[in-house]
């Protein structure tokens, strides 16, 4: 049976403009549906017109990471609990039909029938900081790429002359470097070479914009993540991108996750068993944080190479029969585990922690091929 929620659930379907809302008594009997402005004063607005209904026990919003965020902070900054629904509502959509009022007391049944409940993040610390950063890198990453392979097209098309000039250098970027130096002559633009000239200049000129702007992110970017997790990035391999990545999908409230196999499923690291009949085995977990399994991986990888004690276990379980894919997968896993007790540690030293450090907690990370014991007094 599922625990009863105390007081009215009430469900957010959230969107650019306007947040739609349900209450829901404890019994699942919905008591009214209405529409507020996605701003301040649609916030307060919400609020008061869901306590007119009774205590509130929980709010359950869908889009917690993007159209309710300003929502779930001003809900929090009322200590009202907010809890993630993302997930999509079984046959409601054939049987009752597609509106926003509808959705939104979807969102609150699915909390009140405490359906694997999740913890919305919590957006008011270092760690949102980072994730800022980090979209602001990925954007200007993005933007260099399309650069370079623009300027890779130009010069596959450009006149004999100039083609053999730039294909000298053996690199795409020594030819943007290059080609950042060119002086085309304004009065001859209608001239094909001319015209490459100044548009190759231009896409070059680019892309040093957007190396500056990428190490001027990368700089601000270590400086956070240095301070954000210190005990994390002195794991081997761990680099700030990597760890940058993980702080990103734990979240500030990493405590919203009940235990390490919670965030190893999170990063897409737990084991699927595909097991039957004679055959007991598992495969990867195809789901989950893409980017932060890709971390774990490379992080793997690495320690394959570096890592004494990783590649002795390769060697072990390739002797057993595994495949290196298979080995892959159990690393991420062990690696999983350890870097989420260094997380736990990190996060609870921010001073904006909602939870309150224990100087004498003692984190054990397991017994694994890259397990450590940490106990901090």
Not at 51 to 78: C, H, K, N, P
Not at 247 to 261: C, K, P, Y
């Amino acid at each position: 049976m599922t625990k009863a929620v105390p007081g009215v659930v009430v469900g957010v379907d959230a969107h650019t403009d306007t947040h739609d809302a349900a209450v829901l008594d404890d019994c699942g009997r919905l008591l009214a549906t209405a529409t507020f402005a996605a701003n301040s004063a649609g916030y307060a607005q919400l609020l008061a017109w869901a306590r007119r209904f009774g205590a509130i026990g929980v709010f359950g919003v869908e889009s917690t990471g993007s159209y309710a965020a300003g929502l779930v902070r001003y809900l929090r900054g009322a200590d009202v609990e907010v809890r993630e629904v993302n997930q999509p509502h079984a046959h409601t959509r054939r049987r009752r039909g597609k509106s926003d009022p509808i959705d939104a007391e979807m969102a609150a049944r699915h909390v009140l029938a405490d359906n694997r409940p999740v913890t919305a993040k919590d957006t008011t610390g270092i760690v949102e900081a980072v994730r800022q950063l980090r979209v602001a890198r990925e954007g200007a990453v993005k933007a260099r790429s399309a650069a370079l392979n623009a300027l890779t097209g130009l010069i596959v098309t450009a006149s004999e002359d100039l083609r053999q000039q730039l294909t000298a250098r053996k690199t795409i970027r020594a030819r943007a470097t290059l080609c950042a130096r060119f002086r085309p002559d304004p009065s001859r633009l209608h001239e094909p070479e001319q015209a490459a000239k100044a548009a190759m200049r231009s896409i070059a000129r680019r892309v040093v914009e957007l190396d500056s702007e990428i190490a001027l992110l990368d700089r601000q970017l270590t400086q956070l993540v240095t301070q954000a997790a210190p005990l994390t990035i002195s794991r081997l391999a761990v680099s700030t991108g990597h760890a940058g990545t993980l702080l990103v999908t734990a979240g500030q409230n990493i405590d919203r996750l009940r235990h390490e196999a919670s965030f190893a499923a999170l990063c897409g690291a737990s084991p699927i068993p595909v097991s039957t009949g004679r055959t007991d085995r598992h495969r990867l977990n195809y789901g989950g944080d893409r980017d932060a399994n890709r971390a774990l991986h490379m992080i793997a990888v690495c320690r394959l190479r570096y890592c004494e004690r990783t590649r002795a276990y390769a060697e072990r379980r390739t002797a057993q029969g595994k495949t290196k894919t298979e080995i892959i997968r159990c690393l991420k896993r062990y690696i999983a585990r350890e870097l989420y007790h260094a997380l736990v540690e990190d996060l609870l030293q921010q001073p904006d922690s909602s939870r309150r450090h224990d100087p004498t907690i003692s984190i054990s990370c397991g017994a694994g091929p890259i397990g450590h014991s940490i106990t901090t007094t």
